[in-house]
């Protein structure tokens, strides 16, 4: 089994709808990100949590929001969906003990395709 | 600031040439990591590789290469005899601490069998 799931894995709302999108890990990792990518951006920071308790905006937050169930799940929220928030989301995990070795290693889910009309 | 640049957009090889993509970063750190992904077209990201910024050795896996520069900051990755298998979106990214990656705009290989 995957150790990084997301749900729905493609999603087409209308403009307007409020719309979940969910991360589960069994990584054990108390970090996790939201990034979208668009064509010719590259992938992008959404939001991260270091653990349930800490939440942080990243690059590009505006109209959006998270919400840190459990350490296993961190779900992203639009909450009035438009057109230009179509991209391919990611969510991913990582762990930031195990000194050097663990460094920046991000694991991440298999994306999820969301169109907005 | 950081910034990782990946300023070849598209690339097209025949079967079996060999291809290099480029990446350029910018940070004021003297610690932090790069790193590799492949997207294949099915859409996930696979890690290919992470280099720390105090070793500068070249690494080879396979028919893969790394070329780390830090006098040019640059940490490019050659793809030997390419197969169509390696027809993906190839993203370069900086890790600088504070658990963030900054990604390139990808470069977009396609092997032409």
């Known amino acids: 089994d995957a150790d990084v799931t997301q749900t729905p894995r493609n999603r087409i709302t209308k403009t307007g709808k409020r719309i979940m999108l969910e991360c589960s890990q069994t990584k054990g990792h108390d970090r996790m990100y939201w990034y979208r990518q668009d064509p010719g951006l590259g992938l992008r920071l959404i939001y991260y949590?270091?653990?349930?308790?800490?939440?942080n905006k990243g690059e590009i937050s505006d109209g959006y929001s998270v919400s840190r169930q459990a350490q296993a799940k961190f779900s992203l929220s639009l909450e009035s969906a438009i057109p230009n928030q179509t991209a391919l989301y990611f969510c991913?995990?990582?762990?930031?003990?195990?000194?050097?070795?663990?460094?920046?290693?991000?694991?991440f889910g298999p994306g999820t395709r969301l169109t907005v009309l | 600031a950081q910034k990782v640049t990946q300023a070849q957009t598209e690339i097209s090889v025949v079967e079996k040439e060999d291809v290099t993509l480029d990446c350029v970063y910018e940070?004021?750190?003297?610690?932090?990591?790069l790193f590799w992904y492949k997207q294949p077209p099915s859409g996930e990201l696979v890690f290919l590789i992470r280099r720390n910024s105090f070793d500068e050795q070249n690494e080879i896996s396979g028919r893969y290469s790394w070329n780390f520069q830090k006098s040019t900051s640059s940490f490019n990755f050659t793809i030997t005899a390419s197969q169509v298998v390696d027809s993906a979106v190839y993203f370069c990214?900086?890790?600088?601490?504070?658990?963030?990656?900054?990604f390139g705009t990808g470069t977009r290989l396609t092997v032409i069998p």
């Open positions: 990214a900086l890790y600088r601490g504070a658990n963030n990656l900054f």
């Open positions: 940070t004021r750190d003297t610690t932090y990591y």
């Open positions: 991913a995990t990582s762990d930031p003990g195990g000194g050097w070795n663990n460094w920046g290693e991000q694991f």
């Open positions: 949590s270091f653990d349930v308790k800490d939440i």
